[in-house]
């Protein structure tokens, strides 16, 4: 059954400083793989995804993650973080051979706070 | 575009009662679908549907029921609201199987 773990329920980092977000995900056959981000009160949007094209993802907002199947891992990264990255951070797979249920699942979500 | 759009914002039921929520998408998207986000537990799909007339159960259906009369609509109905769907309730939608998901904004209910 596929699964995906976020590592850390909260980051703080300072403004200026990278970001990581850790993300593990198990799957039985070929993921995609998204990082989603939410700001308060909003819904959730889209940063980057994996669909088994090059490795090294580029999102929006300076973001970008690696797939490395050898980990089973989909990190997400910044080299530099800005007041607005603040938000709730979500790791998802959707695994190809899932069959017919046709849904993503959601990691818990990591609380990215950003400090001046 | 205004995209996936979802009314009501807010809601505040007593137990018992009954709503349904509406999920309007405008990107001619085939795949529609329900979840709830609940602190700590990231977000559970309750129902979706794969094409006008089509519903399918997701991860938590129970108490829930939707319909999918018209492509661009989805809705959510709560016939007996319990305070356990004290809630925040997003609908998305994708245009093919495993694309990304388009989000609304989220209709926050609660449960008296």
């Known amino acids: 059954a596929q699964s995906v773990t976020q590592l850390d329920s909260h980051v703080s980092v300072s403004e200026g400083t990278p970001v990581l977000l850790r993300c593990n995900y198990s799957s039985s056959y070929s993921p995609s793989l998204f990082w989603y981000v939410q700001h308060p009160n909003k819904g959730l949007q889209l940063l980057l995804k994996y669909t088994s094209a090059a490795t090294l993802v580029k999102g929006i907002n300076g973001f970008e993650a690696e797939f490395k199947k050898s980990e089973t891992s989909f990190h997400l990264t910044k080299p530099s973080a800005h007041m607005s990255d603040a938000a709730e951070y979500f790791c998802?797979?959707?695994?190809?051979?899932?069959?017919?249920?046709?849904?993503?699942?959601f990691g818990t979500g990591t609380r990215l706070q950003v400090f001046p | 575009n205004a995209g996936v759009t979802q009314t009501p914002k807010f809601r505040v039921l007593k137990t018992g009662q009954s709503m349904t929520l509406l999920c309007a998408q405008d990107?001619?998207?085939?795949?529609m679908y329900w979840y709830r986000q609940d602190p700590g537990m990231g977000l559970r799909l309750i129902h979706y549907s794969v094409g006008e007339g089509t519903t399918a159960k997701g991860e938590v259906p129970d108490g829930y029921n939707v319909s999918r009369l018209k492509k661009q609509n989805f809705l959510l109905g709560l016939e007996s609201a319990a305070p356990s769907q004290t809630s925040v309730y997003f609908c998305?939608?994708?245009?093919?199987?495993?694309?990304?998901?388009?989000f609304g904004p989220g209709t926050r209910l609660t449960v008296l």
């Open positions: 998802v797979v959707s695994d190809r051979a899932w069959g017919e249920t046709d849904k993503l699942i």
């Open positions: 990107m001619n998207h085939e795949y």
């Open positions: 998305a939608s994708s245009y093919q199987r495993y694309n990304e998901q388009f």
